[in-house]
C-alpha cells in the first residue's frame, strides 16, 4: 500500500508559478509510475502528466512547454513545476501512483488546491 501526500498549492496571479509535491510513503517509490491530474467543479479529472519508473515524461498536449514533470527516487517524492500559470489552470491537482507492471492504480493524494487569480 502505498500513501501519498501533495502540497504546495496556493493563489498565484496569472503568468506566476508554482511548485507541486507529492511525497509517497509505505512502499518501493521507484517501482511506480506517477502521475499529476486536475479537476475542477462539475467536470472529470483530468491527465496533468505522467513520470514513468523508467524516467519517460508525458504531458496533456494544451500544458506542453508550461508545466514540468520530474522525480526524485530517494526521497519518494514527484514534483510539478508549473510555469505562466493562467486562471483556467486553477484546480486540485492530484498526484497517482501507478503499478508499473499491471497499470492499475494503487492509490491517489487527497489533493492541493491550486488557484491562478488577480
Known amino acids: 500500500q502505498v500513501h501519498l501526500e501533495e502540497s504546495g498549492g496556493g493563489l498565484v496571479q496569472p503568468g506566476g508559478s508554482l511548485r507541486l509535491s507529492c511525497v509517497a510513503s509505505g512502499s518501493i517509490f521507484r517501482l511506480f509510475n506517477m502521475g499529476w491530474y486536475r479537476q475542477t467543479p462539475g467536470k472529470e479529472r483530468e491527465l496533468v502528466a505522467t513520470?514513468?519508473?523508467?524516467?519517460?515524461?508525458n504531458y496533456a498536449d494544451s500544458l506542453k512547454g508550461r508545466f514540468t514533470i520530474s522525480r526524485d527516487n530517494a526521497k519518494n517524492t514527484v514534483y510539478l513545476q508549473m510555469n505562466s500559470l493562467k486562471p483556467e489552470d486553477t484546480a486540485v491537482y492530484y498526484c497517482?501512483?501507478?503499478?508499473?507492471?499491471?497499470?492499475?492504480?494503487?492509490?491517489w493524494g487527497k489533493g492541493t488546491l491550486v488557484t491562478v487569480s488577480s
Open positions: 497517482n501512483a501507478q503499478n508499473r507492471l499491471s497499470y492499475e492504480i494503487a492509490s
Open positions: 513520470n514513468t519508473s523508467a524516467g519517460s515524461t
